[in-house]
């Protein structure tokens, strides 16, 4: 199935050139009346949307109408990537087939042939998914470069049948930040610091950091990022766009470089709620390689996402808000927690006013406990040693010759390109010396006491005690215990720190992570598979509040699709 996208290259036929020419010549002449272009409508109905915000419509609608073709989305993106690229390192590598793939799918809506509401859309996907191609998917590590794997990863497959363009791999935490206690968010060998766009050095959490900052500057469509605890929902927030932690088991893990079977999934990373609804309609699916998809409730017939996005979505919600885990907020963050708690109370009178009915003190009553243990990272340690050596017995190719995590540790150990010990391998060697994996008999317990922490005494306990249909808590805050139990969220842009904030650099003094102008956002936390729910709030939450295009960034591409050299406003005319 992959495999005939990319050998099959179909060459664009005459009348798409001259319906190229013909927009062309409508375009100059708009050029010629108005002196200057910038998402004039054409008198052929054409809009040139900005590629930093043009969300999915506006893009389908271009192309229909042949404003434009996906073959020059595809060039226009790369020109966006490449002005970027040197000061924020968010893609690692282009898609050297991307534009065959283009034309190709530019044919086929010639044709009358589309495969959904992706077709002929660039997104981006992170190091770690498995793509059949000449890409590499090595976690941004030196390890894994040159390793082949033998089929597309199934979200990626997906995204094949529903007419996407894989345009590229982004930037990522080293193996989804599961190796070095002393790393930064966005580093890796592959490709260096990772930064985001709002402040100079700006960290840009992780580990789907590129993805994250890719997706803001409108460097593709959409992006697909992979969480096991926050990977998704951090740097999410901290590019001021919507991420969407999919319930473990709605989309397939395989071929994904694992961390935890029990809580990694991977989920679309996009500029509205409404265009992560659509690439999470494309990306689901149950898959007979990933059992876990297999107990899901829908069996073939899975929610409208897009159709949950509606303005009453809020309306008779009952929310939780567990004032326990924000209480802890001052503990890590000190005075910037401040800000942030202010502008938590601000998006809960959004949602009252929206129709929501709050609900306070919906406790997460084991939360205290949580922080003061260490049964989760066992629990991901022992599916690590597990996974990551089931996943290296797939590779076809293994340059390497890595069996399991050990290997993986002596190769990045000697590897000069990989920092060490600058960058340690302490979660590594955490792992290989307590040598537990997951069918060992001392994991069961080790578990279940993790589940504990999520269940009971955290967000399902808080749910069903007050009859809940969410939680919501300040992104930063919300990661932790939906990973633990594989529960959905949803951040959603809503604000920035505020004018007189004090910078606060990360541990290592190199990124910074609190600074005005940094933006926050406000997560939706349900049970598993409530996904078509909480988007319903999600989105009617965005549509009070619109945030994302108020914040100002200190990095931004600037060539649109206008800017095609076949567009060139000096030859109009
Ligand atoms: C999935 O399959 C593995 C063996 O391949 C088995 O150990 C596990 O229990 C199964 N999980 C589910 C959720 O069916
Ligand atoms: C929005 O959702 C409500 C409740 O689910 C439903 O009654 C209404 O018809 C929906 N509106 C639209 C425009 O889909
Ligand atoms: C919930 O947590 C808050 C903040 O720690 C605390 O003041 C309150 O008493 C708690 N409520 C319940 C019902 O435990
Ligand atoms: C897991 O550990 C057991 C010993 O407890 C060992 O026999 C087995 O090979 C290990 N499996 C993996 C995948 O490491
Ligand atoms: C560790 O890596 C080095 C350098 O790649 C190699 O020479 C050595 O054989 C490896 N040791 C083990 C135990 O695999
Ligand atoms: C447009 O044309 C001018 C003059 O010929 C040239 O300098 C410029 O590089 C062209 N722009 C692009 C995007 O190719």
Redesign the pocket.
Known sequence: MTFSWLSSIIPVPGYLLSMAVFNFLWLCLLLLITGLGESKPTPAGCTLPSLLDATQSELQAGLRLGCFTSVELVQTYIHRINEVNSKLNAVLQINPDALKIAERLDWQRQQGRTYGPLHGLPILVKDLIGTYDRMETAAGSLALVGSKVREDATVVANLRKGGAIILGKTSMSEWANARSSISSNGWNARGGQTYAAYHEEQDPSGSSSGSAVATDLGLAFAALGTETSGSIILPSEKSNIVGIKPTVGLTSRYMVIPVSEREDTIGPMARTVRDAAIVLQVIVGEDAEDNYTLVSPFHHKYPDYTAACNLTGLQDKRIGIPRNVIATLPNFLGSTADPIIASFERAVAVMEEAGATIVEDANFTAYEALLRSETPQRVVAADM??GL??YLSRLTSNPNHLG?LEDVRNFTQHSPGEDFPMRDTHLWDMALFA???????DFWPVYQQALHFGEDGGLLGALSRDGLDAVILPSCAATSVPGIIGTPVITVPFDAFPAGTSIRYNTRGDLIDAAPGIPLGISFLGPKWSEESLIAMAYAFEQRTLTRRKLHREVEPRNQLLDLPNWNRSSCG
């Open positions: 040693l597990s050596a089931d399991g040598g537990m994996n997951n069918t060992s008999p």
